[in-house]
Antibody, heavy 120, light 110 residues
Framework: EVQLVESGGGLVKPGGSLRLSCAASGFSFSAYSINWVRQAPGKGLEWVSSISSSSSFIYYADSVKGRFTISRDNAKNSLSLLMNSLRAEDTAVYYC?????????????WGQGTMVTVSS | QSALTQPASVSGSPGQSITISCTGTSSDVGNYNYVSWFQQHPGKAPKLIIYEVSNRPSGVSNRISGSKSGNTASLTISGLQAEDEADYYCTSYTTTSTLVFGIGTRVTVL
């Protein structure tokens, strides 16, 4: 079964750090670009970051640039999002999502999400 | 990058057709055919229903279709059914190599 599973969410204080992970299975992980998308409680979807199959191309939303770092380990079929200098507005469910080959923005496989709460 | 503009809510009776608009700028929707649409039911992860403006992934109902004109993309659901009640989001690639989502549209089946 094609699957993405996020982990690492939790409660963190403002200014703190957290590392999210996304474990892939059931497909050739190394061939696909993967993105992070978040959704604040009761709010809409917000694109966070993308990483190409070989990590050659990495992009961030302005709201997280300089604070978040995306990375992947194709040998371990895993993706990470290191989040530093966390703010209350980073509170959200964070999803990792696979991109259809050659179709930018076409997220065809999503994880179940992991909740990040930034609060003192 | 500002969010794409969508109506907050759209409603229709069973069997009717509805259309959701997604308005951007020449820096996103108007410049690329990389517009996707997602359906999200409460408490669930989003589901891809349209990509590259008008392509349907395997398994998505042919009652769902997409189009684009200028800076505005549209999603049409025909033969509205109770299961179509959900939130719908568009997204577009941008000239800064990022992605931007729409604010979301709540579809209600009357």
């Amino acid at each position: 079964e094609v699957q993405l599973v996020e982990s690492g969410g939790g409660l963190v204080k403002p200014g703190g750090s957290l590392r999210l992970s996304c474990a892939a299975s059931g497909f050739s992980f190394s061939a696909y670009s993967i993105n992070w998308v978040r959704q604040a409680p009761g709010k809409g979807l917000e694109w966070v970051s993308s990483i190409s199959s070989s990590s050659s191309f990495i992009y961030y939303a302005d709201s997280v640039k300089g604070r978040f770092t995306i990375s992947r380990d194709n040998a371990k079929n895993s993706l990470s999002l290191l989040m530093n200098s966390l703010r209350a507005e980073d509170t959200a469910v964070y999803y990792c999502a696979r991109v259809i080959l050659g179709a930018t923005g076409a997220f065809d496989v999503w994880g179940q999400g992991t909740m990040v709460t930034v609060s003192s | 990058q500002s969010a794409l503009t969508q109506p907050a809510s759209v409603s229709g009776s069973p069997g009717q057709s509805i259309t959701i608009s997604c308005t951007g700028t020449s820096s996103d929707v108007g410049n690329y055919n990389y517009v996707s649409w997602f359906q999200q039911h409460p408490g669930k992860a989003p589901k891809l229903i349209i990509y590259e403006v008008s392509n349907r992934p395997s398994g998505v109902s042919n009652r769902i279709s997409g189009s684009k004109s200028g800076n505005t993309a549209s999603l049409t659901i025909s033969g509205l059914q109770a299961e179509d009640e959900a939130d719908y989001y568009c997204t577009s690639y941008t000239t800064t190599s990022t992605l931007v989502f729409g604010i979301g549209t709540r579809v209600t089946v009357l």
